[in-house]
């Protein structure tokens, strides 16, 4: 008797394992769906203040075009989660769109050193606000990139029909092993 309970116990909690293993991984590309988002709303913002005050610098059409991409790039990134995609794919769109960010970064602060010594054309009011809203977009960009890692960190690629997650952190070796096959899934913690 013991024996019989001790297994369905078993039974029970591995059943329970498998569908929150499945869940946690629904909610985490909806945690990146949604940061991705948040990205593309930052992004249109920077659009609309750099038009309102870096009209009259050289490098406005650039920084138009820069936060254009930016927006393209975070669109992508939002689809692609929002399919469950790749999460390899989506730390390499990240790459490339914390690149292009710190471009845009560095760009705004040569653009903003050269108008206060008289080398680059004029800006329009004042811009503290939008250097706010780089610092936010930052934010957002490196906890979307810190997600997307953990996320390839836990997962690792299909074998022989099966997909193996290996979970835990830096320094810290394998804190969770799970195994997903079909509709079975198993997985061990320590």
Do not use: C, W
Request: charged share 20%; no cysteine; net charge positive.
């Amino acid at each position: 008797m013991t024996i019989t309970r001790t297994l369905i116990a078993t039974i029970v909690t591995l059943t329970g394992l498998a569908v929150s293993t499945g869940n946690a991984t629904a909610a985490s590309y909806r945690h990146i769906d949604s940061l991705a988002q948040k990205i593309m709303r930052q992004s249109r913002q920077l659009n609309t203040e750099f038009a309102l005050h870096y009209r009259h610098v050289p490098e406005y059409r650039h920084l138009i075009d820069d936060a254009r991409e930016l927006y393209r790039i975070a669109d992508h990134v939002h689809d692609v989660a929002h399919h469950s995609g790749n999460p390899y794919h989506l730390r390499n769109d990240l790459a490339k769109l914390d690149r292009l960010f710190h471009h845009v970064e560095g760009l705004v602060h040569r653009i903003e050193y050269r108008a206060r010594h008289g080398r680059n054309g004029h800006i329009h009011g004042r811009t503290n606000h939008v250097d706010h809203l780089i610092a936010d977009l930052e934010d957002t960009l490196h906890h979307l990139q810190a997600d997307i890692d953990e996320m390839v960190a836990y997962r690792r690629p299909h074998h022989h029909g099966r997909t193996v997650y290996y979970g835990g952190h830096r320094g810290r070796g394998i804190q969770a092993i799970a195994i997903q096959a079909g509709n079975f899934a198993f997985h061990l913690a320590r």
